[in-house]
């Protein structure tokens, strides 16, 4: 059974975390380009394009593989943040507001996880 990814709110605010880090990335330094600059928008983009692709899956397990997916892109967004700040391309200022929609899309995705395990427990598939 397939889904309707963009109307999932945890799908919408992590396209909206994606735009986010995109604006971001655009004042590192060129040497980063093919470095931290693309990993992190690739990580960005892999927590949203997961809950898209699980979205398409037609087993709630499935489903849920994906969301976990989501999950570990989303630390590897919150690791790409750290070490840009580290590396002072960044100030806390400038990461503050993307942490935060980092954060939003974590409380979102666990919560959504949350659901499809009850559904699943309560005997759904689809």
């Not at 692709?53 to 967004?77: H, I, P, W």
Request: charged share 25%.
């Amino acid at each position: 059974m397939a889904r309707n990814f963009r109307k999932i709110i945890a799908w919408q605010e992590a396209d909206n975390l994606v735009i986010e880090v995109y604006k971001l990335t655009g004042s590192f330094p060129s040497e980063e380009r093919y470095g931290l600059t693309s990993q992190l928008r690739r990580a960005a983009m892999s927590v949203a394009a997961n809950i898209a692709e699980g979205s398409g899956r037609s087993t709630l397990k499935d489903f849920l593989r994906f969301l976990y997916n989501a999950q570990g892109s989303l630390s590897e967004v919150e690791y790409y943040l750290h070490i840009a700040q580290r590396l002072n391309y960044l100030s806390e200022e400038e990461i503050k507001p993307v942490e935060n929609q980092r954060t939003k899309v974590g409380r979102l995705l666990n919560g959504f996880i949350r659901s499809i395990h009850t559904k699943i427990a309560n005997g759904e598939t689809t």
